[in-house]
């Protein structure tokens, strides 16, 4: 079964920093972009940062630009974001999410598939 | 970046009815786009990608169009699971950005 697993979320005091976590399983997780979704208290969906399966390539929300950090560990199938000078506007439900993928052959787009799976979410809650 | 506009924001429908929600692209994105069905509480399920190719395991009543800066999700015959919010996203191009929503409710 493939499954993504976040963990990390807490209470956070503004400026404050906090790391989440993602593990995968199920899937050869090194051969996917993954990306994080967050979702503040009753709004919708705000893509924050995908990452590439090598890592040498990331991607950021401009809310999130210098102040987040995507990375992945591709032998321990797990994803991360460093999130430093958090705000209350930070507070939401973070999502990873796996980004579908098609191939042809050796070749593959990564991007443009849509996120076909989903973690539970982690809440942050960044308030004094 | 490019913005998504959902219409209707919401909408309220009786079983057996055909909804159709559309999604706006302020600039064309070819076929890059993708749809999500929300339950409350849940994380966001995939139904559609590359505006018209159904995820496997999605029923085969929703169904997706359109290309450039046009696209729509159709509901062929509510059923009760339908009931949720529906999200377009575009994947065209960074940043990724979502549509705003458009909540299913009951009549």
């Known amino acids: 079964e493939v499954r993504l697993l976040e963990s990390g979320g807490g209470l956070i005091q503004p400026g404050g920093s906090l790391r989440l976590s993602c593990a995968a399983s199920g899937f050869t997780f090194s051969g996917y972009a993954m990306s994080w979704v967050r979702q503040a208290p009753g709004q919708g969906l705000e893509w924050v940062s995908t990452i590439s399966v090598s890592g040498d390539n990331t991607y950021y929300a401009d809310s999130v630009k210098g102040r987040f950090t995507i990375s992945r560990d591709n032998s321990k199938s797990t994803l991360y974001v460093q999130m430093n000078s958090l705000r209350a506007e930070d507070t939401a439900v973070y999502y990873c999410?796996?980004?579908?993928?098609?191939?042809?052959?050796?070749?593959?787009?990564?991007?443009?598939?849509?996120?076909?799976?989903w973690g539970q979410g982690t809440t942050v809650t960044v308030s004094s | 970046d490019i913005q998504m506009t959902q219409s209707p924001s919401s909408v309220s429908a009786s079983l057996g009815d055909r909804v159709t929600i559309t999604c706006r692209a302020s600039q064309g994105i070819s076929r890059w786009l993708a749809w999500y069905q929300q339950k409350p509480g849940r994380a966001p399920d995939l139904l559609i990608y590359?505006?018209?190719s159904l995820q496997s395991g999605v029923p085969s009543r929703f169904s997706g169009s359109g290309s450039g800066t046009q696209f729509t999700l159709t509901i062929s015959s509510l059923q009760p699971e339908d009931f949720a919010t529906y999200y377009c996203q575009q994947a065209n191009s960074f940043p990724l950005t979502f549509g705003g929503g458009t909540k299913v409710e009951i009549k």
């Open positions: 999410a796996k980004n579908s993928r098609d191939c042809i052959g050796s070749s593959c787009q990564y991007y443009y598939y849509g996120l076909n799976v």
């Open positions: 590359a505006a018209s």
